[in-house]
């Protein structure tokens, strides 16, 4: 899901304040994302400067592929 200077809802989000759900809209200022509630007025800033690590982990690649391509896993704490 790309972000734009539009606002625009994201579905399926519930509103972290008023617990509405379909109620957020994401849009760009400043080159700083953010989420508001358009029920209730709460406004966050999301932070997306991380990695999408999230995406990897649906990815159907074993284990021993992403070991090969990137050390980068070695920072995840395999004990969580
Ligand atoms: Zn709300």
Do not use: H, W
Request: proline residues 4%.
């Amino acid at each position: 899901m790309a972000l734009t200077t539009k606002k625009q809802f994201i579905a399926g989000v519930t509103c972290p304040k008023c617990a509405q759900i379909d109620k957020i809209q994401a849009y760009v200022e400043d080159g700083i994302n953010y989420r508001e509630c358009v029920s209730c007025g709460f406004k966050d800033e999301m932070r997306l400067t991380s990695a999408p690590r999230e995406l990897q982990t649906r990815v159907n690649t074993s284990a021993e592929d992403i070991a090969g391509q990137t050390r980068a896993v070695k920072l995840i704490d395999p004990s969580r």
